[in-house]
């Protein structure tokens, strides 16, 4: 049997409920918002604060995958645009959109 936490250090470990030791510490997670095991208990899934879903290999502690809805402006090119502040640019970035700073 065994536990999983999240903390704001970033990280989730896994316990074994039968002597509450730590098995293992996963790095790399970001703010943590819910975790659940896979039906076979050998996947781990996490929600993260980033707005990605990563699933760990409960044996080994390795994230095998990353997965991330894509974002409204997903890959948007602005390269070269004009007209926007500052602000703006930085809010169209975090919505996906990229900027070439090599064609600037």
Known sequence: Q???SASEDQT???WDVHNGKCLKT???ANWVKSVAFSPDGQTLICGSQDETIKLWDVSTGECV???RSPRPYEKMDITGVTGLTAAQLVTLKAL???ENKEQK
């Open 96 to 98: 996906g959109a990229v």
């Open 12 to 14: 989730v470990k896994l």
């Open 65 to 67: 995958r990353t997965l």
């Open 26 to 28: 996963l790095s790399g």
């Open 2 to 4: 065994i536990l999983a």
